[in-house]
């Protein structure tokens, strides 16, 4: 099947030298006279790339682009602008344009930009595809095994109460090893099927006020918090985003947990949640005062059931922090620690803003909880 392309240009003569040359190279080629009508295309169809003029009368390229982005953000969007438009072109790349070419365009170059989009697009297309069919096997295998793991647990408690008067100490303590291992396995599981889940497209994407999220994880601590006796401070201006609520909290909860757990011994558990404008990208950061990561595990402690040597005598599946990258890199964001060993670590990431600013002031004290 032929590679979709929708060429809009308010120019006929540009707008059937397209339609001609692209037709002429086996595409499927539409065309549209006006940005508003190419809208109208995009609605009631699915195209490979959308080959667009920057500048029209009634919708422009940039506008035209966001609502691509918005309604069908796979197809690829290519803008065709003049030497005096480049930084709308630059501009556009920001936004999720596909490429941009300046005109006069060779027709070289625009053949080799729209195949290389296409060909992009069709490996995408593979990758979605194959990575539904993992997630989709990881979920069928995880929630059989919780299910024998489940009567497991269950067949060990009815014999520890049955025979806990008949049994002696040697295989009472076996019974624990076996009920403590599927406890272990079961969160195991768990935690493989949320990662499997972590950083896919959100179903619902709506306005998250990160300052009411992280009360709420703090809430879902608060036993925790008041055991350990920390100190915990946020930032005031934590920004409003749009996102998926879920992955969102389950990024920040991931982090503040670990920040918690991982305190160190007579010191009194410190935890800050911060945030700065970063340019095009929000900037947080969760930092805390315990035991810190050894330089060689920086990077391993992000890689599935790595954990640092230090860290491996806290309980856990080791799959924490690779939740968190995959779910920040699904973003199109990235995450790093900087640490001392005995002095604390700092947890950095990124989220890009795509337009969305913060609804607060922004204060640089923090305020403790």
């Given at each position: 099947?032929?590679?979709?392309?929708?060429?809009?240009?308010?120019?006929a003569?540009?707008?059937?030298?397209?339609?001609?040359?692209?037709?002429?190279?086996?595409?499927?080629?539409?065309?549209?006279?006006?940005?508003?009508?190419?809208?109208?295309?995009?609605?009631?169809?699915d195209?490979?790339?959308?080959?667009?003029?920057?500048?029209?009368?009634?919708?422009?390229?940039?506008?035209?682009?966001?609502?691509?982005?918005?309604?069908?953000p796979?197809?690829?969007?290519?803008?065709?602008?003049?030497?005096?438009?480049?930084?709308?072109?630059?501009?556009?790349?920001?936004?999720?344009?596909?490429?941009?070419?300046?005109?006069?365009?060779?027709?070289?170059?625009l053949?080799?930009?729209?195949?290389?989009?296409?060909?992009?697009?069709?490996?995408?297309?593979?990758?979605?595809?194959?990575?539904?069919?993992?997630?989709?096997?990881?979920?069928?295998?995880?929630?059989?095994?919780?299910?024998?793991?489940?009567?497991?647990?269950?067949?060990?408690?009815?014999?520890?109460?049955?025979?806990?008067?008949?049994?002696?100490?040697?295989?009472?303590?076996?019974?624990?090893?076996?009920?403590?291992?599927?406890?272990?396995?079961?969160?195991?599981?768990?935690?493989?099927?949320?990662?499997?889940?972590?950083?896919?497209?959100p179903?619902?994407?709506?306005?998250?006020?990160?300052?009411?999220?992280?009360?709420?994880?703090?809430?879902?601590f608060?036993?925790?918090?008041?055991?350990?006796?920390?100190?915990?401070?946020?930032?005031?201006?934590?920004?409003?985003?749009?996102?998926?609520?879920?992955?969102?909290?389950?990024?920040?909860?991931?982090?503040?947990?670990?920040a918690?757990?991982?305190?160190?011994?007579?010191?009194r558990?410190?935890?800050?949640?911060?945030?700065?404008?970063?340019?095009?990208?929000?900037?947080?950061?969760?930092?805390?005062?315990?035991?810190?990561?050894?330089?060689?595990?920086?990077?391993?402690?992000?890689?599935?059931f790595?954990?640092?040597?230090?860290?491996?005598?806290?309980?856990?599946?080791?799959?924490?922090?690779a939740?968190?990258?995959?779910?920040?890199?699904?973003?199109?964001?990235?995450?790093?620690?900087?640490?001392?060993?005995?002095?604390?670590?700092?947890?950095?990431?990124?989220?890009?803003?795509?337009?969305?600013?913060?609804e607060?002031?922004?204060?640089?004290?923090?305020?403790?909880?």
């Amino acid at each position: 099947m032929p590679a979709k392309l929708l060429v809009v240009d308010d120019d006929a003569y540009v707008l059937a030298y397209l339609e001609a040359l692209f037709s002429g190279d086996g595409y499927a080629v539409s065309t549209a006279s006006s940005g508003s009508k190419a809208l109208e295309m995009v609605h009631a169809n699915d195209y490979d790339v959308v080959l667009t003029d920057l500048m029209m009368e009634d919708v422009n390229g940039l506008k035209l682009l966001e609502e691509v982005r918005s309604v069908k953000p796979d197809t690829a969007v290519i803008l065709l602008t003049a030497y005096g438009s480049l930084r709308s072109a630059i501009s556009a790349l920001r936004l999720g344009a596909a490429d941009y070419v300046l005109k006069p365009a060779d027709e070289e170059e625009l053949r080799l930009r729209v195949r290389n989009a296409c060909e992009k697009r069709a490996i995408k297309k593979q990758y979605d595809v194959r990575s539904r069919e993992l997630e989709s096997f990881v979920f069928a295998v995880s929630h059989d095994l919780a299910g024998h793991l489940v009567a497991l647990r269950g067949f060990v408690r009815r014999l520890q109460k049955k025979e806990a008067a008949q049994t002696d100490a040697d295989c009472r303590s076996y019974i624990e090893h076996i009920n403590s291992s599927a406890e272990l396995m079961e969160r195991l599981v768990k935690a493989i099927g949320e990662f499997a889940k972590a950083g896919t497209r959100p179903t619902k994407v709506e306005k998250i006020d990160l300052g009411k999220l992280v009360d709420d994880v703090l809430q879902n601590f608060q036993s925790l918090i008041e055991e350990k006796n920390v100190d915990v401070r946020i930032a005031p201006n934590l920004p409003t985003i749009d996102g998926d609520w879920v992955s969102t909290y389950q990024l920040f909860s991931n982090l503040i947990s670990n920040a918690i757990k991982f305190s160190r011994e007579g010191v009194r558990p410190v935890v800050e949640v911060g945030f700065e404008d970063a340019g095009e990208f929000h900037r947080f950061l969760v930092r805390d005062n315990g035991i810190g990561v050894r330089k060689a595990d920086r990077e391993r402690i992000f890689e599935m059931f790595g954990r640092g040597k230090d860290r491996e005598k806290v309980p856990g599946t080791g799959l924490g922090l690779a939740i968190v990258r995959k779910i920040v890199t699904g973003a199109g964001g990235d995450i790093w620690v900087e640490s001392e060993e005995n002095t604390g670590s700092t947890f950095y990431f990124t989220l890009p803003k795509s337009g969305i600013q913060p609804e607060r002031e922004v204060s640089g004290e923090l305020r403790a909880v």
